[in-house]
């Protein structure tokens, strides 16, 4: 490794080492095998670390915290979305390195890779453990934290994505009474509130709101959002609570189009951070009205069983309108045919269109129940998890308008305006209808003090049916797949876990992009495999380190060169590996620093494609390495006073294919201060961010959408201040 690698690397494995140093031979017995209770005055994670999460109180891993659970899970707790003051998804995750933007622009709904395998937004987000339909905008005013599952989800969700799942979290009830306002270096509003009582021993509520006027960094694309919660818990006996959440947010942002390859093969040499890709002033905002409820039943038989019902709803409706800046075929420096249309043009000519696609409504529904339980067989301790679900989702579209209105360039100091198509979005139609049906049982079979057996499956029955834009059925999958999964652990003494685990996925085919030879056809539901081994050693209460190795195998989907008219035919053929090695530590190092470092060595390869040149090299936007540190030093000689600061590395990141064309390697860097005090009695948080400090230029995201490849800068410097104020 070279210099500029190793030292987060070096850094966690010397953590490792001084524990085990420090570390009593005779160390604390282990715990006591209890199943977990459900406590709605519970909190499950305080500062940089966290104890437990959703994923595996009710979960495929047997009701085990996330100390004992065979699997690399990572939780962004409360006290970090606090300190960092993240807006977006692409900024929430960039704490951890195995977390990468695939197309997320500004503006709009985003997505992320975990792994390398990008997430289906219509299953690879959870509210309260719940799928969620994910395209609408992040609002974390609401939230407790953000987990994330990295990794093979198919017996925790079913049909997934092989990278893993993120869920969000929401706060719970508690006595709390808190005004947040902010700003920002472009002049930014924002204002939030957070309420909360417990009106009785049993029945508690909590409330959030914000409202953001957002004077973006990207010229004209100025935005707003206002966002409202409630949560309430209702203990209605010692056995039995009620847990209510639902929010709703509505959001306006004009969308940035993102940059593509010159000619197909050159990045771009002076590309803008702050211009709007084909920006006409016609161009309305993207709108977004989502809202996301839960409602979960618990009832607690006895000390070794409970049940939990639980139902979810998530409801999206996106207004798409932007000034779409995409390919040249209408560029007079792409007539001769030798630049494919879907990319620039050499000399940095766009195509721009008018896309307009209002009604955009997607709605996911789920109902799931689970038994949890522990029991004897002898000598043998068991904890058991029974369960079933159905999940349903539909996407109704209204016919888009996406038409030529005419051709700018990159370099063009001001885009020449156009007109805007004359045209009209169509009725609205019923496109998709999902159904997923489960049944899943694991078992986690304690063999001794050290040593368990994990071993379960998921049995998923996958119906979807696909309708054009007139209402003609289109498409019909109908797949029942059993999903199994296995884990060994050692627990040698009560800080150390190791494990080794086994599982399988399924996930949904790709629709093959509009300029290959089968255009618009879905393929087939694609089988995944993982293998994965970890180490989990809690250093003591504060501090946790984790590493894993893993390998996932998945069949690979890609434009395959060939001698049809188009060029390219959308195939599954050979196997897309990625295997890597992760590194977390989370938590408090000493009384006054705490940190989250991460850090991600992939190796990402097609293998066995019939195509030579799409082999042995990284596959599109997964960089081979990924570092990220946070910390937090609160200054011994000035109480109430802490400095922030963090760091980010990727290494150069494959924009083709062929990985002839790669962008280059960056650092990032973060710096802030949080200074508490009390103003006549009342608490008091100040906080400064100011990303990006040296306002370094870098290439975030080579991601792909409907199989075209899109190129998105990083963000320039941007401070932020806040102040928090307890009523």
Same mark, same amino acid.
């Given at each position: $490794?070279?210099?500029?690698?190793?030292?987060?690397?070096? !850094?966690?494995?010397?953590?490792?080492?001084?524990?085990?140093?420090?570390?009593?031979?005779?160390?604390?017995?282990?715990?006591?095998?209890?199943?977990?209770?459900?406590?709605?005055? !519970?909190?499950?994670?305080?500062?940089?670390?966290?104890?437990?999460?959703?994923?595996?109180?009710?979960?495929?891993?047997?009701?085990?915290?996330? +100390?004992?659970?065979?699997?690399?899970?990572?939780? /962004?707790?409360?006290?970090?979305?606090?300190?960092?003051?993240?807006?977006?998804?692409?900024?929430?995750?960039?704490?951890?390195?195995?977390?990468?933007?695939?197309?997320?622009?500004?503006?709009?709904?985003?997505?992320? %890779?975990?792994?390398?395998?990008?997430?289906?937004?219509?299953?690879?987000?959870?509210?309260?453990? $719940?799928?969620?339909?994910?395209?609408?905008?992040?609002?974390?005013?609401?939230?407790?934290?953000?987990?994330?599952?990295? =990794?093979?989800?198919?017996?925790?969700?079913?049909?997934?994505?092989?990278?893993?799942?993120?869920?969000?979290?929401?706060?719970?009830?508690?006595?709390?009474?808190?005004?947040?306002?902010?700003?920002?270096? +472009? =002049?930014?509003?924002?204002?939030?509130?957070?309420?909360?009582?417990?009106?009785?021993?049993?029945?508690?509520?909590?409330?959030?709101?914000?409202?953001?006027?957002?004077?973006?960094?990207?010229?004209?694309?100025?935005?707003?959002? @206002?966002?409202? @919660?409630?949560?309430?818990?209702?203990? /209605?006996?010692?056995?039995?609570?009620?847990?209510?959440?639902?929010?709703?947010?509505?959001?306006?942002?004009?969308?940035?189009?993102?940059?593509?390859?010159?000619?197909?093969?050159?990045?771009?040499?002076?590309?803008?951070?702050?211009?709007?890709?084909?920006?006409?002033?016609?161009?309305?905002?993207?709108?977004?009205? %989502?809202?996301?409820?839960?409602?979960?039943?618990?009832?607690?038989?006895?000390?070794?069983?409970?049940?939990?019902?639980?139902?979810?709803?998530?409801?999206?409706?996106?207004?798409?309108?932007?000034?779409? !800046?995409?390919?040249?075929?209408?560029?007079?420096?792409?007539?001769?045919?030798?630049?494919?249309?879907?990319?620039?043009?050499?000399? #940095?000519?766009?195509?721009?269109?008018?896309?307009?696609?209002?009604?955009?409504?997607?709605?996911?529904?789920?109902?799931?129940?689970?038994?949890?339980?522990?029991?004897?067989?002898?000598?043998?301790?068991?904890?058991?998890?029974?369960?079933?679900?159905?999940?349903?989702?539909?996407?109704?579209?209204?016919?888009?308008?996406?038409?030529?209105?005419?051709?700018?360039?990159?370099?063009?100091?001001?885009?020449?305006?156009?007109?805007?198509?004359?045209?009209?979005?169509?009725?609205?139609?019923?496109?998709?209808?999902?159904?997923?049906?489960?049944?899943?049982?694991?078992?986690?079979?304690?063999?001794?003090?050290?040593?368990?057996?994990?071993?379960?499956?998921?049995?998923?029955?996958?119906?979807?049916?696909?309708?054009?834009?007139?209402?003609?059925?289109?498409?019909?999958?109908? $797949?029942?797949?059993?999903?199994?999964?296995?884990?060994?652990?050692?627990?040698?003494?009560?800080?150390?876990?190791?494990?080794?685990?086994? #599982?399988?996925?399924?996930?949904?085919?790709?629709?093959?992009?509009?300029?290959?030879?089968?255009?618009?056809?879905?393929?087939?539901?694609?089988?995944?495999?993982?293998?994965?081994?970890?180490?989990?050693?809690?250093?003591?209460?504060?501090?946790?380190?984790?590493?894993?190795?893993?390998?996932?195998?998945?069949?690979?989907?890609?434009?395959?060169?060939?001698?049809?008219?188009?060029?390219?035919?959308?195939?599954?053929?050979?196997?897309?590996?990625?295997?890597?090695?992760?590194?977390?530590?989370?938590?408090?190092?000493?009384?006054?620093?705490?940190?989250?470092?991460?850090?991600?060595?992939?190796?990402?390869?097609?293998?066995?494609?019939?195509?030579?040149? *799409?082999?042995?090299?990284?596959?599109?936007?997964?960089?081979?390495?990924?570092?990220?540190?946070?910390?937090? *030093?609160?200054?011994?000689?000035?109480?109430?006073?802490?400095?922030?600061?963090?760091?980010?590395?990727?290494?150069?990141?494959?924009?083709?294919?062929?990985?002839?064309?790669?962008?280059?390697?960056? +650092?990032?860097?973060?710096?802030?201060?949080?200074?508490?005090? @009390? /103003?006549?009695?009342?608490?008091?948080?100040?906080?400064?961010?100011?990303?990006?400090?040296?306002?370094?230029?870098?290439?975030?995201?080579?991601?792909?959408?409907?199989?075209?490849?899109?190129?998105?800068?990083? $963000?320039?410097?941007?401070?932020?201040?806040?102040?928090?104020?307890?009523?």
């Amino acid at each position: $490794m070279t210099p500029t690698r190793t030292p987060l690397a070096l !850094a966690l494995f010397s953590l490792v080492t001084v524990a085990h140093a420090t570390d009593d031979a005779a160390s604390q017995p282990q715990q006591a095998r209890t199943l977990p209770s459900v406590d709605v005055h !519970a909190t499950t994670a305080s500062g940089y670390r966290a104890a437990d999460s959703q994923l595996d109180t009710f979960g495929s891993f047997g009701s085990a915290p996330l +100390h004992d659970t065979p699997a690399a899970i990572t939780v /962004i707790t409360r006290a970090q979305i606090d300190d960092r003051q993240p807006r977006s998804l692409s900024e929430l995750v960039r704490g951890d390195a195995a977390i990468n933007d695939n197309y997320a622009p500004a503006g709009y709904y985003q997505d992320v %890779s975990i792994r390398g395998f990008p997430l289906d937004l219509a299953t690879g987000f959870r509210f309260n453990g $719940m799928i969620m339909s994910a395209e609408q905008l992040l609002a974390l005013e609401g939230k407790d934290r953000v987990e994330v599952l990295k =990794g093979l989800g198919g017996l925790e969700a079913g049909v997934v994505e092989p990278g893993g799942l993120v869920n969000y979290v929401s706060k719970r009830p508690a006595d709390v009474h808190t005004v947040t306002v902010g700003t920002d270096s +472009h =002049g930014s509003n924002y204002e939030a509130l957070d309420l909360g009582a417990w009106f009785s021993p049993s029945f508690g509520v909590r409330v959030n709101a914000a409202n953001e006027k957002t004077h973006s960094y990207i010229e004209h694309a100025d935005g707003r959002r @206002s966002f409202v @919660s409630i949560a309430a818990d209702w203990k /209605i006996t010692d056995k039995a609570t009620v847990l209510l959440d639902t929010d709703y947010q509505t959001s306006g942002q004009r969308s940035a189009s993102g940059y593509q390859l010159l000619g197909g093969t050159v990045i771009p040499a002076h590309p803008s951070r702050t211009e709007l890709l084909g920006y006409q002033s016609w161009q309305r905002p993207v709108g977004i009205h %989502s809202s996301n409820t839960t409602l979960r039943f618990n009832y607690r038989f006895d000390e070794n069983w409970n049940a939990q019902v639980s139902a979810g709803h998530s409801h999206t409706v996106i207004d798409d309108n932007v000034a779409f !800046a995409y390919g040249c075929f209408y560029a007079a420096s792409c007539a001769s045919g030798a630049t494919p249309g879907y990319f620039f043009a050499p000399n #940095g000519d766009y195509d721009v269109y008018d896309y307009r696609s209002p009604d955009d409504t997607r709605q996911n529904d789920e109902l799931r129940g689970v038994l949890t339980g522990t029991f004897a067989t002898g000598a043998l301790d068991h904890e058991v998890n029974l369960g079933a679900s159905a999940f349903r989702r539909t996407v109704d579209q209204r016919p888009y308008v996406y038409d030529y209105v005419g051709t700018a360039n990159i370099d063009d100091p001001v885009v020449p305006a156009f007109d805007p198509s004359p045209n009209q979005p169509g009725p609205s139609a019923r496109r998709l209808t999902s159904w997923q049906r489960t049944l899943f049982a694991i078992d986690r079979v304690h063999l001794n003090e050290a040593w368990q057996v994990l071993a379960g499956a998921r049995f998923v029955r996958l119906n979807e049916r696909a309708y054009d834009d007139a209402g003609a059925l289109e498409r019909t999958t109908r $797949m029942t797949k059993t999903l199994p999964q296995a884990a060994v652990l050692w627990q040698p003494n009560a800080p150390l876990t190791t494990y080794i685990s086994y #599982g399988e996925g399924l996930s949904l085919g790709r629709e093959a992009p509009y300029w290959t030879s089968n255009g618009g056809t879905t393929l087939a539901p694609l089988h995944s495999r993982q293998v994965e081994a970890g180490v989990k050693y809690a250093v003591n209460d504060a501090l946790d380190l984790q590493a894993a190795i893993y390998r996932i195998r998945q069949s690979y989907q890609f434009a395959r060169p060939d001698d049809t008219a188009e060029g390219f035919t959308f195939v599954q053929q050979g196997q897309e590996v990625h295997t890597g090695l992760e590194l977390n530590a989370a938590g408090r190092i000493t009384d006054n620093l705490r940190l989250t470092a991460s850090a991600n060595i992939i190796r990402a390869r097609a293998e066995n494609t019939g195509t030579p040149a *799409y082999e042995d090299h990284q596959v599109v936007n997964v960089p081979r390495w990924r570092t990220a540190v946070y910390a937090d *030093y609160s200054l011994p000689f000035a109480p109430g006073l802490a400095v922030l600061g963090g760091w980010r590395y990727a290494g150069t990141n494959v924009a083709k294919p062929d990985g002839a064309t790669r962008v280059p390697a960056y +650092h990032v860097f973060d710096a802030g201060l949080r200074f508490t005090t @009390s /103003i006549r009695g009342h608490a008091t948080t100040l906080r400064l961010n100011v990303d990006n400090v040296f306002n370094h230029f870098y290439w975030r995201d080579t991601g792909t959408s409907g199989g075209d490849s899109y190129l998105f800068p990083g $963000m320039p410097r941007l401070a932020r201040l806040s102040m928090t104020y307890e009523l």
